[in-house]
């Protein structure tokens, strides 16, 4: 069974930071992308980042840039986020999922698991 396991998050001051982490047992290939996302109450999931599993080329949302640095070990099957200098608009609900190639919307990905939450407030 098919199964995608996202853990790390909790509750954080601003300016905190938290690593988030994705493990999964779906099969992966170079050619494909493994991508974070979150989803805020009464909002639509919106991409935050994403990894090539083969080349490692990564890509960010604008609002994260030079923030939240993906990352990902092979040998583990798992993709990391590392968050740093939280916002408040940094809350939701954090997911992975697999993408057969990059992209920034959500039905682009399967896979996901049920996420981990993310609070950021003082």
């Known amino acids: 069974q098919v199964q995608t396991v996202e853990s790390g998050g909790g509750l954080v001051q601003p300016g905190g930071s938290l690593r988030l982490s994705c493990v999964f047992s779906v099969n992966t290939f170079s050619s494909h992308v493994m991508g974070w996302f979150r989803q805020a109450p009464g909002k639509e999931r919106e991409f935050v980042a994403a990894?090539?599993?083969?080349?490692?080329?990564?890509y960010y949302a604008d609002s994260v840039k030079g923030r939240f640095t993906i990352s990902r070990d092979r040998a583990e099957s798992t993709v990391y986020l590392q968050m740093n200098n939280l916002k408040p608009e940094d809350a939701g609900l954090y997911y992975c999922?697999?993408?057969?190639?990059?992209?920034?919307?959500?039905?682009?990905?399967?896979?996901w698991g049920q996420g981990t939450q993310v609070t950021v407030s003082s």
């Open positions: 990894i090539r599993w083969g080349a490692g080329t990564t």
């Open positions: 999922g697999r993408g057969n190639s990059y992209d920034t919307s959500p039905r682009s990905y399967s896979y």
